[in-house]
C-alpha cells in the first residue's frame, strides 16, 4: 500500500504565497509522476501542475509564472509552491503520485492525498 500525506495548506492573503508539500511511503519501486489537482466545491478535480520523474513539467495554464512544482525524488516527496495566489485559487488541493509498484511492472498506479485546504482571502 502506498500512502500520500499532505501539509502546508491553509489561509493567505491575496498576493501572499503558501508552499505544499506531499510525502509517499509505502512498498513501492519508483514513483513516476507527482503532480498536483485542485476542487472547487461542487466541480471536478483539476490538474494544477504535475513533474515527471524524467524531468517533464506540466502546468495548468491558469498557475503559470505562479506556481513551481518541485520533487525530492530521493525521498519521494514533492512541493509546490504558489505564488501571487489570488482568491480563485482557494480550493482543496490533492496530491497524487502515479506509482511503479515494481520493477517489472508495465503500469503505474495513481494514489491519492487526503487533500488540504487552501484559501486566499481578498
Known amino acids: 500500500q502506498v500512502q500520500l500525506v499532505e501539509s502546508g495548506g491553509g489561509l493567505a492573503q491575496a498576493g501572499g504565497s503558501l508552499r505544499l508539500s506531499c510525502v509517499a511511503s509505502?512498498?513501492?519501486?519508483?514513483?513516476?509522476?507527482m503532480g498536483w489537482y485542485r476542487q472547487y466545491p461542487g466541480a471536478q478535480r483539476e490538474l494544477v501542475a504535475s513533474?515527471?520523474?524524467?524531468?517533464?513539467?506540466n502546468y495548468a495554464n491558469s498557475v503559470k509564472g505562479r506556481f513551481t512544482i518541485s520533487r525530492d525524488v530521493a525521498n519521494n516527496t514533492g512541493y509546490l509552491q504558489m505564488n501571487s495566489l489570488k482568491p480563485s485559487d482557494t480550493a482543496v488541493y490533492y496530491c497524487?503520485?502515479?506509482?511503479?509498484?515494481?520493477?517489472?511492472?508495465?503500469?503505474?498506479?495513481?494514489?491519492w492525498g487526503q487533500g488540504t485546504q487552501v484559501t486566499v482571502s481578498s
Open positions: 509505502g512498498d513501492f519501486f519508483t514513483i513516476q509522476i
Open positions: 497524487h503520485a502515479d506509482v511503479r509498484l515494481r520493477k517489472t511492472d508495465s503500469l503505474d498506479y495513481r494514489y
Open positions: 513533474a515527471a520523474t524524467s524531468g517533464g513539467l
